[in-house]
Structures are given as structure tokens and as C-alpha cells.
């Protein structure tokens, strides 16, 4: 399996694996391209991998810097045991982006990442250029309302999210078992299987296959409470956003934003059931460059 170094090399042009110590965690970024920074947030369980399909488009406008969150892309000794609410992971890109010489960048967000894309524009709306938010937006009291069991034909039912906040068993299940979560994740959740790979499937379960992995990654999930207090303190969102969501996303993506951002325009993504940048990665490149002006 290739290392992160030559999974970048892979995409052409001139990206690289790079590191970075900040905000008390050391982070793991490949960046490319040339012009103003983006910055691509990938969700649960993926990593930077997320945006591959994504990043050569990109890259032809901007400079482009897919970030790892804490705890991920980094050896299991460094990775941390706290942090993992989305005000403090979104302090953590930011302090990356300063590191890099930037004063704002614009943000891309998928799932979890959106949650911190959202949480970094709503704690640094300076630093903040545009927004893309893909099909989440950021934990809300409805999220204690999701039901546990669904009745038949009513939906998918999230059983991670539940699995996810219990401390010590996950790991127990699931280290070095890593690749039979996500491929079920993946053959539930794509109308394509080739969308994302058995390859791509394996690059992600080495990132998630290790108790360390577990543990800091459930730690996204665990901080869920704090990151619904967190919201109910922050100012609506002003700089301009982009959400693209699924279609069975799509009404609870723009229900949220109407009351917490004040400049959304919204894109249904139709080809998708969740993996927006890897089911229809075209339709998702051309919406964000004309979002930010290309």
C-alpha cells in the first residue's frame, strides 16, 4: 500500500505530503497548485484521499492544502487524546493556514469536515474567504432526536453515531478489522461501487484500523455534545456559502443554514448518497470554481 507521500506524488502536478505542528497537535496536509489557498476538509472515515478526484481541477485555479484532521495521517504515538470538538479542530486549521503564510483561505467541508468548515467560518469569519459546505452542516439538538431504530423503508439508519460514543469498545471491535466497517459503509452508501474503490477502500481503513486511529476518530463523534453548546454561542454565518448536498440530505441541509448563515445558495448533487466529491466529482469541481469566481 502506498504511503501518503506517494499517494500525492500519484495525483501529477506538484503535490506533496507535508507536516506541520500547531495548536498542540502535529498535522498531516498534502498541498498543490498555485494562486489563492483552498483548503479541503474531508468527513468520517476518510482522509485527505477524499478529495483525489477533486484536487487536479482545483489545483489549476488555487493552492490547494487537504488536511488531515488531528489524529489522523500521523504515527499512533502522536496522536492526541483530546482536542476533538469542531471549534478546536477549526482552530487547528487555522493555525495551519497562518503557518503557511496565509492571513484567509477559502474552505471546503465534507461530513465531519463540514462541521469543522462551518465551525472555522463561524470562529474566524476574518480568515474566512467563501464556504462549501458538502451535505452536513454542523451538530444541533436535532441530533438527539435521531431515532435509533427506524421502521422499515424509512431511511438509513446511523448506527455509528451511536457506536461511536461508547469509550474502549470500538476499538475492541475494530482494530485491525478496519477495512469490513468502511467497505459496508461504501456498499450501502454508493449508487456506483467503483465511485470509491477496493484501493481506495484500503487507503482509508489503514488510517482507521489501529486502536490509536479508533480512539482519536471516535473522539470527533464523543465531542458531539460540546459542539452543540458551542453553537448555540455563535454569531450567523456572513461570508458567502455554498451547500451541495444528496438528495435525502438536501432539505436538512438547507432547513439548518436558514437559520445559522445569511448568504447560502444551495445545489442538489443527484448522483450521490453522501460521498458527494468522489460519487460526482465534475458536478462538485465545476460548482465550487464557479462559486469562487472561476
Known sequence: MPDDAELAASLGGDFRSEYADVNGTRLHYVVGGSGDPIVLLHGWPETWWAYRKLMPQLAEHYRVIAVDHRGIGIPDDLKPSDGFSKKNMARDVYELIRSLGYSSAHIVGHDMGAMVGYSFAANHPEATRRLVLLDVVHPDETYYSRPML????????????????????????????????????????????????????????RAYDTPAGIRATNGYYQAYHQDIEDLKGYDKVTVPVLALAAPTQFDQVRDQLSGIATDVRMVRVENSMHWLAEDDPDLVAREVLGFLGQ
Open 150 to 205: 427506524r421502521r422499515p423503508n424509512t431511511g438509513f439508519n446511523m448506527w455509528w453515531m451511536a457506536f461511536n460514543q461508547v469509550r474502549g469498545l470500538p476499538e475492541q471491535v475494530f482494530s485491525g478489522r478496519g477495512w469490513y466497517l468502511i467497505d459496508w459503509l461504501y456498499t450501502n452508501s454508493l449508487k456506483d461501487q467503483e465511485s470509491v474503490t477496493a484501493f481506495d477502500r484500503a487507503v482509508y481503513a
